[in-house]
């Protein structure tokens, strides 16, 4: 059973500073996503990540993936309330199947 | 635009009774699919569907049932069987399924049912 864990499960963080997302999955896997949801809102996508090695960078957000350690990181860089949000990653495990378990997710303050 | 439309927003119903959630999408995917979000909890899969008069269990099927009669719609019942029928349910879809098979899911704004 593929396990998808995320650390922190809560990040409060100043405007301006960085931190790092973490999302570590049990068993190999070929596809990565990070999504973004808004208090009681829907998923937003942010990055899909298909290869070893992938980095994708939007804005303030890096997500980054090592399949050989079963590791992704989301950075963010000189946060600012904006972004202030629940991030999630999913993992798809089953080739052409899509069927994602994700994290548990990580909630995001930012403080000004 | 196009999009994934979920109704209703709210859904309040008394213990006992089946509920239908409606999902509908005009972005001509392919594929769909029933999620559950608890409150500070990750989404778990109920069901998907990845073609027309085909759907799969999720990891949590148990007391749900749906129907894909039609490409653009993927409704789910949530049954008297359900134990812990009280959540945020999101609906979503996505055009993958063969070559294209790197595409995100795209969400729909979700139904928060509660049952008393």
């Known amino acids: 059973e593929l396990k998808v864990e995320q650390n922190p499960l809560f990040l409060s963080m100043q405007e301006g500073k960085n931190y790092t997302i973490y999302c570590n999955y049990s068993t190999t896997s070929d596809r990565l996503y990070w999504y973004r949801q808004d208090p009681g809102k829907s998923l937003e996508s942010l990055f899909v990540?298909?290869?070893?090695?992938a980095v994708k960078q939007e804005g303030r957000l890096m997500a980054s993936l090592d399949t050989k350690a079963r590791l992704s990181t989301l950075h963010i860089t000189a946060a600012v309330h904006d972004l202030s949000a629940t991030y999630f990653c999913?993992?798809?495990?089953?080739?052409?199947?899509?069927?994602?378990?994700f994290g548990t997710g990580t909630r995001l303050t930012i403080i000004p | 635009d196009g999009g994934i439309t979920q109704s209703p927003k709210y859904l309040f119903r008394k213990e006992g009774q089946n509920v239908t959630l409606s999902c509908e999408q005009n972005l001509n995917h392919d594929a769909m699919y029933w999620y559950r979000q608890d409150p500070g909890q990750g989404l778990r899969l109920i069901y998907y569907s990845q073609i027309v008069n085909d759907f799969q269990k999720g990891d949590i099927a148990e007391g749900y049932s749906v129907s894909r009669e039609k490409k653009e719609s993927f409704p789910l019942t949530v049954t008297s069987a359900q134990k812990n029928p009280t959540a945020f349910y999101l609906c979503?879809?996505?055009?993958?399924?063969?070559?294209?098979?790197?595409?995100?899911?795209?969400f729909g704004n979700g139904t928060r049912l509660t049952v008393t």
């Open positions: 999913a993992v798809d495990m089953n080739f052409g199947n899509e069927k994602l378990t």
């Open positions: 979503a879809s996505s055009d993958s399924g063969g070559a294209t098979y790197n595409s995100p899911l795209h």
């Open positions: 990540l298909l290869s070893n090695g």
